[in-house]
């Protein structure tokens, strides 16, 4: 199964491929999409959505899994941030993949054990869980392999258990 873990963001969106084969994961690709700062929301978005297509196109990814909204004091962060999610999971949702989105907490938890860890902690755990030479850089990238790794986890306990997705976007 090819997963597809995405660290969403207008200016920076990390994007982690990995394989899973039984219980092991495999690196594929690993990147991030920019946008310029002094460019209109809405061609940054466009841009977002495009270069998620060419990603899905080029990868194949069998699922996609998506970290959930952070709110912080600054709300229009927030709203962009939410806006970039919505282009995402719609490209995905166009080419038939399920989405699966995930807390914060829950990708710090499955990465490292522990909820409340701090970005080091979840890079090193990247690194050594995927067995990279280093830490994916920028940290987006690192963040969204650790989406797609959360998602492997929940993946694996869920099928066990014959548990049903806990958190899904509706596909068209």
């Not at 995905?92 to 907490?105: D, H, I, K, S």
């Not at 409340?116 to 940290?139: E, S």
């Not at 959360?150 to 049903?164: F, K, L, V």
Request: net charge neutral.
């Amino acid at each position: 199964m090819r997963i597809l873990g995405i660290d969403p963001g207008t200016g920076i969106t990390g994007w982690g491929i990995v394989d899973k084969e039984y219980n092991r994961l495999q690196v594929v690709d690993y990147g991030c999409i920019r946008t310029e700062a002094n460019t209109l929301n809405q061609r940054r978005l466009c841009e977002i959505y495009d270069a998620a297509l060419l990603l899905l196109q080029e990868y194949q990814p069998d699922e996609m899994a998506i970290e959930e909204l952070f709110y912080n004091r600054n709300s229009t962060t927030v709203i962009s941030v939410g806006q970039a999610r919505g282009v995402l999971i719609l490209a995905a949702a166009q080419r038939g993949l399920q989405v699966f989105e995930y807390t914060p907490l829950q990708i710090k938890q499955a990465v490292t054990g522990y909820g409340k860890a701090d970005k080091k902690q979840v890079q090193f755990m990247i690194k050594n869980m995927l067995g990279l030479t280093a830490v994916p850089k920028p940290d987006d990238a690192a963040d969204a392999l650790a989406v797609a790794v959360c998602h492997s986890n929940w993946q694996r306990a869920n099928h066990w258990q014959g548990n049903a997705p806990a958190q899904t976007s509706n596909l068209v």
